[in-house]
């Protein structure tokens, strides 16, 4: 049973690019949340998706960035004209439905470089 | 709403001693309480959780931790480290029956074990 499968592992973008990160999740698992890591910050919260539908995106930049959990395949974290700010890790983790005490289980990460 | 505040942000400590990581949390309603590890470029793993009932919770590799409600605290311990337990460790919190609202988690804690 794989786990949380993110792709690319690296990505390096130039400034102005466009950046999409793959998530697929856990089978069984229909929630999907998007976090990003910076040093000394610890993990943000973006973006929780359930299949076709976006549950919470308070942690989301209001502009370049979006998200979508489509009925069929990955769901995809969108970034737009990236700046060298975005640089971060970006971490994918999956929870089945109806189960808040499970936890997450996380994926390997996508780390983006912007130069 | 919810926070997590991690008090040590790198933790020294040399092989087969003991190590206590804290966690203090802040929240108006009840919570589940987690730890997990991350090894350097990698995801992050789920260490232990709290739930419910005994406030001593034991997770893998030898770590556990305990909740205190009266100190609003989750420290994570382990009587004697490894050097393969040097990683950074993540508390996070999330309120009690409240659907699949996203875990908050605190900065991190890198934990380095000396030989």
């Known amino acids: 049973n794989a786990g949380v499968m993110q792709n690319p592992r690296h990505l390096v973008r130039r400034r102005g690019q466009e950046a999409r990160l793959r998530c697929s999740p856990m089978?069984?698992?229909?929630?999907v949340y998007w976090y990003r890591q910076l040093p000394e910050e610890g993990l943000k919260f973006m973006v929780y998706?359930?299949?076709?539908?976006?549950?919470?995106e308070s942690g989301m930049p209001k502009e370049r960035f979006s998200a979508e959990f489509p009925k069929e395949g990955p769901s995809i974290l969108r970034i737009q004209q990236v700046v060298r700010g975005d640089s971060a890790a970006y971490f994918c983790?999956?929870?089945?439905?109806?189960?808040?005490?499970?936890?997450?289980?996380f994926g390997s990460g996508t780390r983006l470089t912007v130069v | 709403a919810q926070s997590v505040t991690q008090l040590d942000s790198q933790v020294p400590v040399f092989e087969e001693a003991p190590v206590e990581l804290r966690c203090n949390y802040s929240?108006?309603?009840?919570?589940?309480l987690f730890w997990y590890v991350q090894y350097p470029n990698q995801g992050l793993q789920l260490l232990l959780k709290y739930l419910s009932g005994s406030t001593l919770v034991k997770g893998i590799n030898g770590f556990e931790a305990e909740f205190n409600k009266s100190q609003t605290s989750f420290h994570l311990r382990k009587p004697s480290v490894h050097i393969s337990d040097t990683a950074e460790y993540f508390c996070?919190?999330?309120?009690?029956?409240?659907?699949?609202?996203?875990?908050?988690f605190g900065k991190g804690t890198r934990l380095s074990v000396i030989a």
């Open positions: 983790a999956s929870s089945p439905p109806g189960s808040q005490s499970y936890g997450y289980t």
């Open positions: 998706l359930q299949k076709e539908n976006i549950i919470d």
């Open positions: 929240s108006s309603v009840s919570v589940y």
């Open positions: 089978k069984g698992h229909s929630h």
């Open positions: 996070a919190v999330t309120p009690r029956n409240s659907g699949n609202t996203p875990l908050v």
